[in-house]
């Protein structure tokens, strides 16, 4: 089967800095993606990681490690409204894009 | 706003029923997907068409089916339908339907929310 597994709930407090972790096993590997959903909201692409090593996007980072099936989400300088669910995706077939997404990790904002 | 829309907003439905999700993707997307999302289950690949054809199949019941059109707009049809069908449905779309580069974004719509009594 194709899993990914990532922490239900992550809580933390405005300014800070917090990581949602990712391990993906999956039947190929074709780039690991992030999106956020805000509460029953439309799920938004956050980022993207092809290649080991580090992406910045303004206060978002991700991280993959393919040798370790793993990456994450850095969010710095968290804000209230960056309380959302986050997920990372796998896409697992060359041929294809679908994704394949973890269940989720709700990250809880407080001041 | 991602460009991609979805009709109806809410459903409301009993079981054994059949109802219809329509879907119109971004402006020169040619891919459409369709994913379910409840409560514990995250967001559950459904499946996904390419101008057209279908091109993957992931965890889809034999009572959904789903098609795209000439115009490229969606459908997904649920069948026979069971108390556990109730979920947010969420169609997404992205220029891509193969390998070819790209970061791998798709453009998802507001949802369906289906609730089967």
């Known amino acids: 089967g194709q899993s990914l597994e990532q922490p239900s709930e992550v809580t933390a407090v405005e300014g800070a800095i917090v990581q949602i972790n990712c391990t993906y096993q999956t039947s190929g590997f074709y780039g690991l993606s992030w999106y956020q959903q805000h509460d029953g909201g439309a799920p938004t692409f956050l980022s993207y990681?092809?290649?080991?090593g580090l992406e910045e996007t303004g206060r978002f980072s991700s991280f993959l490690s393919r040798s370790d099936s793993y990456g994450y989400l850095l969010l710095q300088e968290l804000q209230m409204k960056d309380s959302a669910s986050y997920f990372c995706?796998?896409?697992?077939?060359?041929?294809?894009?679908?994704?394949?997404f973890g269940k989720g990790t709700t990250l809880s904002v407080s001041s | 706003d991602s460009g991609v829309t979805q009709t109806p907003k809410h459903l409301i439905t009993a079981t054994g029923q059949r109802v219809t999700l329509r879907c119109s993707p971004r402006s020169g997307d040619l891919s459409v997907y369709w994913y379910q999302q409840s409560l514990d289950q995250g967001l559950q690949f459904l499946i996904q068409?390419?101008?057209?054809?279908?091109?993957a199949k992931g965890n889809i019941l034999e009572r959904f089916s789903a098609q795209q059109f000439p115009d490229l707009h969606s459908e997904l049809n649920l069948s026979s339908l069971e108390l556990g069908d109730s979920a947010l449905y969420f169609c997404a779309s992205s220029p891509q339907g193969a390998s070819g580069g790209g970061t791998n974004e798709q453009f998802f719509g507001p949802g369906t929310r289906l609730t089967v009594l």
């Open positions: 990681n092809a290649l080991d």
């Open positions: 995706a796998v896409r697992p077939n060359q041929a294809g894009t679908a994704l394949i």
């Open positions: 068409y390419y101008n057209g054809e279908e091109r």
